[in-house]
């Protein structure tokens, strides 16, 4: 059973950092595609980030491009989202999910499908 546990969410200031960290069990995770996603109030789930197995391919939506980094640590099964520059439209629920084994084998982390997810971490970034 996929296991996704994120912490290190909390409460900042516009202008602040926050990072986040997703620890997995239950899946191989050195061939799994990983992402991160984001749910604010009344709005519905979107994705943040995504990352290949590898760590080579990396994707950022629009919204977070130049401000947000994500990275995997294969040893340790772990993946993070480090967030610089928060704005307070950043708040929201944070969620590791873990992508498809068929996905995970493609190249462009901008395609994966993802099917596992983690319970979430809240996000407040205040202005």
């Known amino acids: 059973q996929v296991q996704l546990a994120e912490r290190g969410g909390g409460w900042v200031q516009a202008g602040g950092s926050l990072r986040l960290s997703c620890a997995a069990s239950g899946l191989a995770f050195s061939s799994r595609g990983m992402g991160w996603f984001r749910q604010a109030p009344g709005k519905g789930r979107e994705r943040v980030a995504a990352i290949s197995w590898s760590g080579g391919s990396t994707y950022y939506e629009d919204f977070v491009k130049g401000r947000f980094t994500i990275s995997r640590d294969n040893a340790k099964n772990t993946v993070s989202l480090q967030m610089n520059s928060l704005k307070p439209e950043d708040t929201a629920v944070y969620y590791c999910?873990?992508?498809?084994?068929?996905?995970?084998?493609?190249?462009?982390?901008?395609?994966?499908?993802?099917?596992?997810w983690g319970q979430g971490t809240q996000v407040t970034v205040s202005s």
């Open positions: 999910a873990a992508a498809t084994r068929q996905s995970s084998s493609w190249s462009a982390a901008e395609l994966y499908n993802f099917d596992s």
